[in-house]
Nanobody, 117 residues
Framework: QVQVEESGGGLVQPGGSLRLSCIAS????????MGWYRQAPGKQRELVAR???????NYADSVRGRFTISRDNAKKTLYLQMDSLKPEDTAVYYCNVIYLSGETDRWGPGTQVTVSS
């Protein structure tokens, strides 16, 4: 059974940086695409970045050029480097596996990111 656990969130000022981590278990991590999602209050959860098993990446327009997704298959860990943070990046951030069907698995607890002065 897939389990993920996110960490690294916090309070940061606009223009600051954070690095999120996600440890996954219950899957052969290197075989699967992984994604970072976020959900702001009152909004639907959205995909902000994804990475294939071979480390090809793509990003939502709102974060392209500011966020970098990466993975360490040996550690079964997914990362999201977030730079030049904006107040509109405030949300709970989640990671998940992305199957070929496009479906995801069970959600972890997420990690809160708050961008505020």
């Amino acid at each position: 059974q897939v389990q993920v656990e996110e960490s690294g969130g916090g309070l940061v000022q606009p223009g600051g940086s954070l690095r999120l981590s996600c440890i996954a278990s219950g899957i052969v991590f290197s075989l699967y695409s992984m994604g970072w999602y976020r959900q702001a209050p009152g909004k639907q959860r959205e995909l902000v970045a994804r990475i294939t098993g071979g480390s090809r990446t793509n990003y939502a327009d709102s974060v392209r050029g500011r966020f970098t997704i990466s993975r360490d298959n040996a550690k079964k860990t997914l990362y999201l480097q977030m730079d030049s943070l904006k107040p509109e990046d405030t949300a709970v951030y989640y990671c998940n596996v992305i199957y070929l069907s496009g479906e995801t698995d069970r959600w972890g607890p997420g990690t809160q990111v708050t961008v505020s002065s």
